[in-house]
């Protein structure tokens, strides 16, 4: 990692430390599986796997404290908003009133906008190091495409069609009295009321609920496997042992469970193998396993401890009949199977365009849901 830079700014001190936490993300539990089944496939045992275990750990810990301390100063975020609306503010002694004060602020340049969008930040990034912009490069607004906001629980929706029958909605969600306010993914067959949760046909469709930050984790992984696309790289055809080994770590990810406690087969018996072992026959079984990773399976944690809905943004490379690859987003409950012929119908299948465009609304609305979360 690089030395710290010069703190000069807000924006470039949270950016510096969202930084920090998505280095260090690439290299915690979750990202690091693949890394540690390989060495046990190899025969390592006992401490030398054991250290690499501790190895992720400090390097999750690592990146929930910068992740920790981009909030922090995100808190801000409303002074510095506040001073863009009135450049022309004194400075803190100035505005809390107190006696004396030495120098007056300096208002940054005043941007206008012929649009009446909010200008594109030059010298300021709005406290959003991802910045939310469109593919064309232009301020993403979050309003109300879908016409559902009642500003009670919902507040603005959107949309972003798919190249077949399914599109990808967004929905910002913060019900009344609930401290959290979230970003709905849902990708539903007909449609759906983020509010009722439910389709046209009556049929009750919990979509996920993503936190700010896991909203954010998406829209990177939109951004990856769209860039994977746009370079030519062409994922191998998925097998029984690569879906296996998927759900395998998404389970072991849920549970946060040991790689060595045997596995649990109905109420009392226990599976021959560890999961840790299972874990190795199956990179064994298949070399496709050890492929660039194109599937992606993004939870909805804040929510459940929050006590609401369950489920899982999953994310993947998949060719379409013709042979064109698409970036496929499947929003299911809990952590079901997207390939399951229920959640097939579910699958909205994006141009890698639409997929960068998707991920800057994400991280749009993301950026809305944390405003609300602040000023609550």
Request: proline letters at 7%; a negative charge; glycine letters at 8%.
């Given at each position: 990692?690089?030395?710290?830079?010069?703190?000069?700014?807000?924006?470039?001190?949270?950016?510096?430390?969202?930084?920090?936490a998505a280095?260090?993300?690439?290299?915690?539990?979750?990202?690091?599986?693949?890394?540690?089944?390989?060495?046990?496939a190899?025969?390592?045992?006992?401490?030398?796997?054991?250290?690499?275990?501790?190895?992720?750990?400090?390097?999750?810990?690592?990146?929930?404290?910068?992740?920790?301390?981009?909030?922090?100063?995100?808190?801000?975020?409303?002074?510095?908003?506040?001073?863009?609306?009135?450049?022309?503010?004194?400075?803190k002694?100035?505005?809390?009133?107190?006696?004396?004060?030495?120098?007056p602020?300096?208002?940054?340049e005043?941007?206008?906008?012929?649009?009446?969008?909010?200008?594109?930040?030059?010298?300021?990034?709005?406290?959003?190091?991802?910045?939310?912009?469109?593919?064309?490069?232009?301020?993403?607004?979050?309003?109300d495409?879908?016409?559902?906001?009642?500003?009670?629980?919902?507040?603005?929706?959107?949309?972003?069609?798919?190249?077949?029958?399914?599109?990808?909605?967004?929905?910002?969600?913060?019900?009344?009295?609930?401290?959290?306010?979230?970003?709905?993914?849902?990708?539903?067959?007909?449609?759906?009321?983020?509010?009722?949760?439910?389709?046209?046909?009556?049929?009750?469709?919990?979509?996920?609920?993503?936190?700010?930050?896991?909203?954010?984790?998406?829209?990177?992984?939109?951004?990856?496997?769209?860039?994977?696309?746009?370079?030519?790289?062409?994922?191998?055809?998925?097998?029984?042992?690569?879906?296996?080994?998927?759900?395998?770590?998404?389970?072991?990810?849920?549970?946060?469970?040991?790689?060595?406690?045997?596995?649990?087969?109905?109420?009392?018996?226990?599976?021959?193998?560890?999961?840790?072992?299972?874990?190795?026959?199956?990179?064994?079984?298949?070399?496709?396993?050890?492929?660039?990773?194109t599937?992606?399976?993004?939870?909805?944690?804040?929510?459940?401890?929050?006590?609401g809905?369950?489920?899982?943004?999953?994310?993947?490379?998949?060719?379409?009949?013709?042979?064109?690859?698409?970036?496929?987003?499947?929003?299911?409950?809990?952590?079901?199977?997207?390939?399951?012929?229920?959640?097939?119908?579910?699958?909205?299948?994006?141009?890698?365009?639409?997929?960068?465009?998707?991920?800057?609304?994400?991280?749009?609305?993301?950026?809305?849901?944390?405003?609300?979360?602040?000023?609550?």
């Amino acid at each position: 990692m690089s030395p710290g830079p010069e703190v000069v700014g807000l924006d470039q001190s949270i950016a510096y430390a969202a930084h920090l936490a998505a280095e260090a993300g690439q290299h915690g539990a979750d990202s690091g599986q693949q890394y540690l089944a390989q060495l046990a496939a190899r025969g390592v045992t006992g401490a030398g796997l054991d250290s690499g275990h501790t190895m992720q750990d400090a390097f999750a810990t690592a990146a929930a404290a910068a992740a920790a301390h981009a909030a922090e100063l995100g808190k801000q975020c409303t002074v510095q908003q506040a001073y863009d609306q009135a450049p022309d503010s004194g400075d803190k002694t100035f505005l809390t009133g107190d006696a004396a004060f030495s120098q007056p602020h300096r208002p940054a340049e005043q941007e206008t906008s012929m649009t009446g969008e909010p200008p594109a930040p030059a010298r300021r990034g709005h406290c959003d190091p991802h910045q939310p912009r469109a593919v064309d490069g232009r301020w993403i607004k979050v309003e109300d495409v879908l016409g559902y906001a009642d500003d009670e629980s919902c507040f603005a929706t959107d949309r972003v069609t798919g190249a077949g029958p399914v599109g990808t909605e967004l929905a910002l969600i913060h019900l009344p009295d609930e401290p959290l306010a979230f970003v709905v993914v849902a990708t539903p067959k007909n449609g759906y009321h983020p509010v009722t949760s439910r389709e046209p046909d009556g049929q009750l469709y919990c979509a996920p609920p993503l936190a700010p930050d896991e909203a954010d984790t998406a829209a990177d992984h939109l951004d990856e496997l769209a860039e994977m696309i746009e370079s030519g790289y062409r994922p191998p055809e998925p097998t029984r042992h690569t879906r296996a080994r998927q759900r395998l770590e998404l389970l072991l990810q849920e549970d946060r469970a040991d790689r060595r406690q045997r596995i649990a087969v109905g109420e009392e018996e226990e599976f021959p193998l560890s999961t840790g072992e299972l874990l190795k026959l199956l990179i064994e079984a298949d070399p496709t396993l050890n492929a660039p990773q194109t599937r992606h399976a993004v939870r909805a944690r804040a929510t459940v401890t929050a006590g609401g809905d369950d489920g899982t943004v999953w994310l993947d490379i998949s060719p379409d009949a013709a042979g064109e690859l698409h970036v496929v987003v499947t929003a299911v409950e809990g952590t079901d199977d997207p390939d399951s012929n229920l959640w097939q119908q579910y699958s909205a299948r994006h141009t890698a365009t639409d997929a960068r465009e998707l991920a800057g609304k994400l991280r749009a609305f993301a950026r809305a849901a944390r405003h609300r979360n602040t000023d609550r």
